[in-house]
């Protein structure tokens, strides 16, 4: 059957928003309100991270923040390093510069936009809320463990031609042995980490360094 609907589902870190620049900028606010200097917290603070995320998928805002608080050196508290982290500025300086030409593109074009992550979903959401001019809420997945809702949210488009777009391969590869019409992109926006290992025998069907790549591939099928 042709498929005339599309759909493209992002994941969002290290896809549409990054992660890394949003850390290091985090980083720098957290440890001047705590009262270090220079690069002193950095470490202080990846070992918070690591320890929080040892027992969780992912880590929860308010436990990293109760944590941090702990290692304080200045008369701070909660809600200061609260109104830091939840600084909407902050969530819209670290989306891509290529995502709003490559939403626009696919907008214009009729095609549907889907976010499908991983995390707390008040933490995901903000990390998206200067793109909802382009987003459904009904195309908005975010799951602890979205590893668990590929099935159910590809047969949700069972009539659409969809695209899936992840840095982690995992997720790619679950999508194709559910529905290998899946048109699985992985995004290479980094050097991979230990965490990002292919499957074997998985090959996705396109691999893309940034979205307007991704323009390329879509332009043709439509």
Aim: with cysteine; glycine share 2%; charged share 35%.
């Amino acid at each position: 059957m042709l498929k005339n609907n599309k759909i493209v589902l992002f994941d969002i870190d290290h896809t549409i928003f990054d992660t890394d620049k949003y850390l290091k900028i985090l980083n720098e606010k957290l440890s001047k309100e705590l009262g270090y200097d220079g690069d002193e917290f950095i470490e202080k603070f990846k070992q918070i991270y690591v320890k929080i995320k040892k027992d969780s998928p992912y880590v929860m805002p308010e436990d990293l923040l109760e944590e941090i608080l702990k290692h304080k050196k200045s008369k701070t508290n909660l809600k200061k390093l609260k109104e830091i982290f939840w600084e909407k500025k902050l969530y819209e300086s670290c989306i891509y510069p290529d995502v709003d030409k490559a939403f626009s593109y696919l907008s214009d074009n009729d095609i549907k936009i889907g976010i499908f992550s991983t995390g707390t979903t008040k933490h995901q959401r903000i990390k998206i809320q200067s793109l909802k001019e382009y987003l459904s809420e009904k195309n908005i997945f975010i799951s602890s463990q979205k590893i668990k809702i590929v099935k159910d949210t590809l047969h949700g488009y069972k009539d659409y031609f969809t695209y899936l777009i992840d840095d982690l391969p995992v997720v790619l590869h679950e999508a194709k042995k559910i529905d290998p019409n899946t048109f699985t992109i992985f995004i290479k926006r980094r050097e991979p980490s230990a965490t990002v290992v292919f499957p074997k025998d998985f090959i996705p069907d396109k691999v893309i360094e940034n979205l307007d790549e991704l323009i390329d591939i879509i332009k043709p099928i439509n």
